[in-house]
């Protein structure tokens, strides 16, 4: 296994990260003229904590995790912009995909001017492990996996994911923005068993926060002082914090949310799987549901007549056909198939 000191780019292993004003002092102080803040206009006058102790507290709390081995991002974008950054040498390093998956990091490895090199699935949506490994050479950094994967919405089975972040000789990124939904565990619980391993989870599905802008990127504490050194100094604002800070203790009504939508998701798949023109519903461990049918465009036109947008993945590989459909309050996942039925006639 190669050492993450191996791994890294060269420039971003000997960067000297700039140094806010926030991050040397530390302590208690009441007058604060060390920032070049106005000093009126409280509290927004004041530039946020760099590195979100409190939230982290409470975070490493809920996740069982060490405050140290937690990363927030704006989104989930950015720690996978992060790790591009930080891994890949443009044109020179390179990512491995999986396909069909989130299409995040594809955008993200071409911003970076970096090659990406795509595994396809098998046809029942599982890993190819072997094809996986086989696609790796001297210069591959980064192995995406996303599980459950979107728009697919399956989890992967546990071993083949253990077998891949165990033989791949590069950092993999393990996506778990769907986790809450799955009846599958993290593999936050083992995050220290492995070295090479980042964990990517969000606010943005099961905790209902995707307007804050808040991701999670979990590894060990050498990660991620890579990812703290070279992401921008403020990059989740007072705003974010404090409103996580607020929400993370209600973690009842997240966990209600997920059951009510579990049994939502149940309720569209049977309903759904009885439309005649419906081919296949596949299984989901997310809060979306895949179908096949047999005009994919001409549902989708049809839903947004009546004003209802579901997003159409037909031009996806492995996914000809097929409409993503995210579950809804009950009374959505109704107008949903009062419209279906509507297109039936
Ligand atoms: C929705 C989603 C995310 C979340 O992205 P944010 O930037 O955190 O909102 C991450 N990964 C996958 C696969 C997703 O579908």
């Known amino acids: 296994m190669k050492t993450l000191e191996q791994l890294l780019r060269p420039s971003i ?4 990260p700039y140094s806010s004003a926030r991050n040397e002092f530390t302590g208690e102080a009441s007058v604060f003229l060390d920032a070049n803040e106005n000093p009126y206009n409280a509290p927004y006058n004041r530039y946020p904590d760099p590195y979100q102790n409190e939230l982290k507290v409470q975070v490493a709390q809920l996740k069982g995790v060490n405050t140290n081995q937690i990363f927030f991002g704006n989104g989930s974008d950015e720690p996978i912009d992060l ?14 995909l999986i396909d069909p998956t989130y299409g995040m990091y594809q955008v993200a490895a071409d911003i970076n001017n970096v090659l990406v090199k795509k595994v396809a699935l098998t046809q029942t949506f599982s890993l190819n492990t072997k094809d996986l490994l086989a696609a790796a050479d001297e210069n591959s950094k980064l192995l995406f996996l996303c599980s459950p994967n979107n728009p697919t919405g399956n989890c992967f089975n546990s071993d083949d994911l253990e077998h891949l972040i165990r033989n791949f000789n590069g950092i993999v990124v393990l996506d778990e923005a769907y986790i809450d939904f799955a009846p599958e565990r993290s593999f936050l619980s083992r995050l220290n068993e492995f070295t090479n391993l980042v964990i990517l989870q969000t606010f943005s599905k099961a905790w209902g926060m995707a307007g804050i802008r808040l991701g999670m990127a979990f590894a060990s504490e050498a990660i991620i002082r890579v ?9 989740i604002n007072n ?73 159409d993945r037909s031009s996806v590989s492995l996914c000809s056909g097929c409409l993503r459909i995210t579950i809804g309050t009950p009374e959505e996942n109704q107008q949903l198939i009062n419209a279906l039925n509507n297109y039936s006639l």
């Not at 790790?83 to 491995?96: G, K, V, W, Y």
């Not at 009504?253 to 309720?267: F, I, M, N, P, Y």
């Open 13 to 16: 292993l000997k960067l000297t």
């Open 83 to 96: 790790l591009f950054r930080a891994f890949c040498e443009p044109q020179i390093d390179n990512a491995i």
């Open 227 to 235: 990812l703290n050194k070279i992401k921008y100094p403020y990059n």
């Open 239 to 311: 705003l974010t914090q404090q409103k996580a800070i607020e929400l993370l203790k209600n973690s009842e009504q997240k966990d209600k949310w997920v059951a009510l939508l579990l049994s939502e998701r149940t309720k569209l798949e049977n309903i759904l799987s009885h439309f005649p023109w419906v081919k296949k519903v596949f299984p989901s461990d997310s809060n979306f549901l895949l179908i096949k049918v047999d005009d994919a465009k001409a549902v989708y036109l049809s839903l947004v007549a009546q004003k209802i947008i579901v997003r």
